[in-house]
């Protein structure tokens, strides 16, 4: 059972490049997320979607974008990589929304 | 403004004692609060959860206590091992709502 995984694992980008983060998830659950975590901030939410087809936006989603075509995956897209967006990416799921969240491992992206 | 706050950034404890990771919330209106636990190089993986109608749950070594009148919960590790140095976040919520989560405390147990 992989639960929920990430690709990459890490990533190095120019400012200015693009890059797309995946998120599979094999539970079946509806809600799936992606965060960062910075420093002493915790884990913050940029975008999330209720189920296949929908998103909505977090507390820090400018810069961002996601896509929910699968109801296991979930994209998250940096059409314009900025040095305030080296950070680490957590991408979640749960079968409610209110509920225990599982995460995946991460992906390391670092913007110079 | 950060409705879920964890004061300490970081604790250290011997190996066999009891480590006390506290967490304080500002919105009354949550019901559901968790801990989760995260490695170096991990995702945070669920630890364990209270509901507003308890005020104390416990797993094993690990305990929730909440104290709904302070606005306050707190995991208690005990004893404390090895093993168990990481990072701890708090997170919070309402029904229909999302996770509101801490700043996370690094928790180093020595042995």
């Known amino acids: 059972n992989a639960g929920v995984t990430q690709t990459p694992k890490f990533r190095v980008l120019k400012t200015g490049q693009s890059m797309t983060l995946l998120c599979a998830q094999d539970?079946?659950?509806?809600?799936m997320y992606w965060y960062r975590q910075d420093p002493g901030m915790g884990l913050r939410l940029i975008h999330y979607?209720?189920?296949?087809?929908?998103?909505a936006k977090g507390e820090v989603p400018d810069g961002y974008n996601v896509s929910r075509l699968k109801k296991q995956n979930f994209l998250l897209g940096l059409e314009s990589a900025a040095p305030s967006q080296t950070s680490v990416y957590f991408c979640?799921?749960?079968?409610?929304?209110?509920?225990?969240?599982?995460f995946g491992p991460g992906t390391r992206l670092l913007v110079l | 403004d950060q409705q879920v706050k964890q004061n300490s950034p970081s604790l250290s404890v011997q190996e066999g004692r009891i480590s006390i990771l506290n967490c304080d919330y500002t919105?009354?209106?949550?019901?559901?609060f968790l801990w989760y636990k995260k490695y170096p190089a991990e995702g945070p993986t669920f630890l364990i959860s209270?509901?507003?109608?308890?005020d104390k749950n416990e797993d094993g070594r690990f305990t929730v206590f909440l104290n709904k009148s302070a606005k306050h919960l707190s995991l208690h590790i005990v004893p404390s091992q090895p093993g168990d140095s990481a990072v701890y976040f708090c997170?919070?919520?309402?029904?229909?709502?999302?996770?509101?989560f801490g700043g996370g405390t690094r928790l180093m147990v020595k042995p």
């Open positions: 919105n009354s209106m949550f019901d559901y």
């Open positions: 209270i509901s507003s109608i308890k």
């Open positions: 979607s209720v189920g296949e087809g929908t998103t």
């Open positions: 979640a799921s749960s079968s409610d929304i209110s509920r225990t969240q599982y």
């Open positions: 997170a919070a919520n309402n029904a229909g709502n999302m996770l509101t």
């Open positions: 539970m079946n659950h509806e809600y």
